[in-house]
């Protein structure tokens, strides 16, 4: 998705009767923050201005009502319950953003909205793990996954929400302004960067407490030696475990293979440069642990679509300074 950018891209977040308070917050804290004001315009929405019942009790104040979804680049429906059917004039709102380009993206619960409407029909999306049965059994044409964090699919995104909306908040702010932008704001925020969408949502698949510490401080340990030569044997050893061991609490943990989650950070760490130096490709080939400018394009074009001079045209930027 494009926009012109001598403008802030506009978000709105709309809030149906019910909203998970959480879930909204979280978008406001994101994109309304005052940091994000070059970039992101936020508004809140409800079905018309004015008091918004939440799920845990109290109101918040829309600002707007539907006619805002009309002029949004990014719509963001966050989870809100019970589920019910929205009514038309949403389903007609979320469709006419849809028609028009703009990005749809529901959190949690938020994703029933997208799915009355018909806009998840034949595509694969997630919500809530506590609410998959059902969703599977009022939408039987969504391929619901909902064991991820959240779901990319371009024009629609779906996410997990409660603590994951934040990672995929974090991942819209990525696709939109690069992995340095990203890590900004996650610092901010005070959350990882390295949660992929694939990881597991349900708590009842994460690793016990001791090993997520352990798995924790090995992901910064190796994050901090991406120029060094890194290997599956050096991080099952930091993390103390056999590796075999290791690979598969990585596996059920991250839904990914310890060796591919060092590429992907090789990858960003390169994003990072590319957006925030001048140095040539191939010291940044070196500096992320990719060795050569060749290697480096494979692994940007298989990750990303794009070549490394590509990428740093589309998202060079001055390196921000500290936070005020």
């Not at 990014?74 to 849809?98: C, K, M, N, Q």
């Not at 949660?195 to 690793?207: C, I, K, M, T, Y």
């Not at 191939?282 to 940007?300: F, K, P, S, V, Y």
């Amino acid at each position: 998705m494009t926009w012109p950018h001598e403008r802030p891209h506009a978000v709105v977040a709309l809030a149906l009767p019910g909203v998970v308070a959480f879930d909204l917050a979280t978008a406001a804290q994101v994109f309304g923050f005052r940091d994000e004001a070059a970039r992101y315009s936020f508004t809140v929405c409800g079905l018309r201005p004015g008091p918004v019942p939440t799920s845990t009790g109290f109101d918040i104040d829309a600002a707007a009502g539907l006619e805002a979804v009309a002029t949004a680049d990014t719509v963001i429906v966050p989870g809100f319950y019970p589920p019910v059917e929205p009514d038309a004039a949403v389903r007609e709102a979320l469709w006419s953003a849809h028609d028009r380009g703009a990005r749809l993206a529901s959190v949690c619960l938020g994703a029933f909205a997208l799915a009355a409407a018909g806009l998840l029909d034949g595509r694969r999306a997630t919500t809530h793990w506590r609410e998959a049965d059902e969703f599977r059994r009022r939408y039987p044409s969504v391929w619901l996954d909902p064991d991820v964090l959240f779901v990319d699919g371009g024009s629609i995104l779906t996410g997990a929400g409660q603590s994951g909306s934040i990672d995929f908040y974090i991942h819209v702010i990525r696709s939109d302004f690069g992995a340095g932008v990203a890590d900004t704001v996650a610092r901010r925020m005070v959350v990882a960067t390295h949660r992929s969408g694939d990881q597991a949502q349900d708590p009842r698949r994460e690793a016990r407490d001791d090993d997520a510490d352990q798995f924790a401080r090995t992901l910064e340990w190796a994050i901090q030696r991406l120029h060094q030569p890194l290997s599956l044997t050096h991080l099952a050893r930091h993390a103390g475990m056999p590796t075999r061991t290791f690979s598969r609490r990585f596996r059920d943990r991250t839904r990914m293979t310890p060796m591919r989650w060092l590429s992907s950070q090789r990858v960003l760490e390169a994003q990072r440069l590319l957006e925030t130096t001048d140095l040539p490709v191939d010291h940044i080939a070196e500096r992320c642990g990719l060795g050569t400018a060749g290697n480096l394009r494979l692994h940007m074009s298989r990750a990303l679509g794009t070549t490394p001079t590509e990428y740093r045209r589309a998202h060079r930027r001055v390196p921000e300074g500290p936070p005020a």
